[in-house]
T-cell receptor, first 117, second 112 residues
């Protein structure tokens, strides 16, 4: 069965610094998709970035980038130039398979990020 | 911008009572998901619909939970009777052709 591990329950980062949130995953399926979601205190899950297992390059979306190391089964989220509005819970998730069908997401336990002014 | 709508946003009920949550996905999204998120944990899938058909309800406690999507558009999740352990955030999401899932604001349930 697939599993997502986020080992950092909480992080405090100074505003404008870069931050890396760790995520490791476990699956024997060669085809999968990895996601990062942000959950503010209001509760909604906001999609940030996606990486497919066959993608040759690391995904980037604005200030977000995904450091995908397939051999190590890690998919760390990097946020550059952090802002106060980045304070939230961050969840890593995996989907098997990444194509049309049963696209259930398996989530990690999350990391609470707090940006300090 | 299109959004997933959920209501109510907050619900407080007493144990053994019945509760119902409603979700309206983004227009055109055939796939709809209900997740439950217990405080301090990540969301867990309860049920997935493809149009009006259930694709996966393996984690749905069927003795007390039910879900329907009669016309393949909006959906209702019901709990009867509610138990203390059902206190959680209930999140609805939708997707189009297997692409990323878009989540609604959630319903925060408190069972007293």
């Amino acid at each position: 069965a697939q599993k997502i591990t986020q080992t950092q329950p909480g992080m405090f980062v100074q505003e404008k610094e870069a931050v890396t949130l760790d995520c490791t995953y476990d699956t024997s399926d060669p085809s999968y998709g990895l996601f990062w979601y942000k959950q503010p205190s209001s509760g909604e899950m906001i999609f940030l970035i996606y990486q497919g297992s066959y993608d040759q390059q690391n995904a980037t979306e604005g200030r977000y980038s995904l450091n995908f190391q397939k051999a190590r089964k890690s998919a760390n989220l990097v946020i550059s130039a952090s802002q106060l509005g980045d304070s939230a819970m961050y969840f890593c998730a995996m989907r098997l398979p990444p194509n049309f069908g049963n696209e259930k997401l398996t989530f990690g336990t999350g990391t609470r990020l707090t940006i300090i002014p | 911008e299109a959004e997933v709508a959920q209501s109510p946003r907050y619900k407080i009920t007493e144990k053994s009572q019945a509760v119902a949550f409603w979700c309206d996905p983004i227009s055109g999204h055939a796939t709809l998901y209900w997740y439950r998120q217990i405080l301090g944990q990540g969301p867990e899938l309860l049920v997935q619909f493809q149009d009006e058909s259930v694709v996966d309800d393996s984690q749905l406690p069927k003795d007390r939970f039910s879900a329907e999507r009669l016309k393949g558009v909006d959906s209702t999740l019901k709990i009867q009777p509610a138990e203390l352990g059902d206190s959680a955030m209930y999140l609805c999401a939708s997707s189009h052709l297997g692409n990323e899932q878009f989540f609604g604001p959630g319903t925060r349930l408190t069972v007293l």
